[in-house]
């Protein structure tokens, strides 16, 4: 980030994470999280989804991954895709239902090695908005993608973090770069 950009600091229950926000490539998504941010909505909430090399998941104030809201009456906005934001690791993302296979097809082997290279996921790009990006803490964002899940009946994972090993967040905080506590 630059100075005066735009950040969002995470407070969680394993760690402060620090993402700087895009709101000129994604302003509705910026504008939802940064209001919905500022009206507390996400203090408290749980991580819902932990699955390593996919995806650490929040975001919705029932815990299920299924309740999310908007600062519109919970009205959905459309898809804001940038060719030059991508769904590189710690990527900070709204998403939307893709709609059909979204397995990675259609990529060269060039594209699939760069995204290898930083961690990622190439096929969500045109499907979910990128809309910021974590500079510091990864290494939290890595202990929440690592934790135990449950696993249901049959023995498959559900993702969902286990009792002992939830993961809150606790506030977000909006501000701008470098943000508090920078020397």
């Not at 940064?34 to 815990?63: K, P």
């Not at 049959?154 to 993702?159: L, S």
Request: charged share 15%; hydrophobic share 35%.
């Amino acid at each position: 980030p630059s100075d005066g950009d735009t950040i969002a600091i995470f407070d969680t229950s394993l760690g402060e994470v620090r993402a700087v926000l895009y709101p000129d490539a994604a302003p509705m998504a910026v504008y939802n999280f940064v209001g919905l941010a500022r009206s507390g909505y996400y203090d408290n909430t749980i991580i819902w989804r932990s699955e390593y090399g996919f995806a650490v998941q929040g975001g919705d104030a029932t815990g299920t991954g299924t309740g999310g809201s908007t600062i519109w009456s919970n009205n959905p906005y459309p898809l804001e895709a940038d060719a030059n934001l991508k769904h590189y690791a710690g990527a900070l993302c709204a998403a939307f239902a893709a709609g059909g296979d979204v397995t990675g097809n259609g990529y060269t082997d060039a594209q699939v090695a760069a995204y290898a290279a930083v961690g990622g996921l190439p096929y969500l790009d045109n499907t979910d908005t990128v809309f910021g990006q974590v500079y510091q803490g990864m290494d939290v964002v890595d202990a929440m993608a690592c934790v135990d899940t449950v696993k249901d009946e049959d023995g498959n994972d559900t993702f969902r973090p286990t009792e002992e090993t939830a993961i809150t967040i606790n506030s977000v905080t909006i501000t701008t770069y470098p943000g508090p506590g920078a020397d």
